[in-house]
């Protein structure tokens, strides 16, 4: 069955280091791969999309790679703020039958301790 | 600013009752919007895909009876839970996206729905 696979586990990193979360995936052929920010109670936010024949994306302080080989995509965030603590959504669409039918992972929670 | 506007935030009724949920689309008119139903700790689950002028697709084990949706105009849909239960208590959340593949999607706030 498909499959997404992020580290549910928070991630805990220091202020002024990389984040590297991860995104892995499993009997999907997605098109394109999606990461989303999502704060308490609130909808997720939209950061940044990449095609399968893009291997990286950035955008300000994020970037974001995808190896269609390895399934994998990794969201990296620089010089880290506490700000930029939230939980972090991969989301796949394999564009199957031209119908937009997106699928979230679990998340990753990421707290960047001053 | 806000591209999505969903209203509630939050509601808590009795069981039985009925709640409407508003999704929306404040920048663009947006021929599809996606009702999500989020558990705590758990992904986003998509409920059903609402299409404007048409009836909305649910995803498989989604009652469509019960959770009813409406895409009467290209800037609003509703989810109405029906004779809602305590069963029913989660994160909704709807979202909007341009027409087209690989178009990200905006999503609403999220209401937050507590059945006594």
């Known amino acids: 069955s498909q499959k997404i696979e992020q580290n549910s586990e928070a991630l805990n990193i220091q202020e002024g280091k990389t984040a590297t979360l991860t995104c892995n995936y499993t009997n999907y052929s997605p098109a394109y791969l999606q990461w989303y920010r999502q704060d308490p109670g609130r909808g997720p936010v939209f950061l940044l999309l990449?095609?399968?024949?893009?291997k990286e994306k950035r955008k300000e302080r994020l970037k974001v790679t995808f190896d269609t080989t390895l399934k994998q995509s990794l969201f990296h965030i620089t010089a880290s703020q506490p700000a930029d603590s939230a939980t972090y959504l991969c989301a796949l669409d394999p564009l199957s039958g031209g119908y937009q039918k997106v699928t979230f992972g679990i998340g990753t929670k990421l707290q960047v301790i001053p | 600013g806000a591209v999505v506007s969903q209203h509630p935030s939050r509601v808590i009724c009795k069981s039985g009752t009925s709640v409407k949920i508003e999704c929306r689309s404040l920048d663009f008119q947006a021929t599809t919007m996606f009702w999500y139903r989020q558990f705590p700790k758990k992904s986003l689950m998509l409920m059903a895909t609402s299409n404007e002028g048409s009836k909305a697709t649910y995803e498989q084990g989604v009652e469509k009876d019960k959770f009813l949706i409406n895409h009467a105009s290209l800037t609003l849909s509703t989810l109405t839970v029906t004779s809602a239960h305590p069963e029913d208590s989660s994160f909704y959340i709807c979202?909007?996206?341009?027409?087209?593949?690989?178009?990200?999607?905006?999503f609403g706030d999220g209401t937050r729905l507590s059945i006594l």
């Open positions: 979202s909007a996206a341009h027409p087209g593949p690989s178009q990200p999607q905006h």
């Open positions: 990449i095609r399968e024949n893009e």
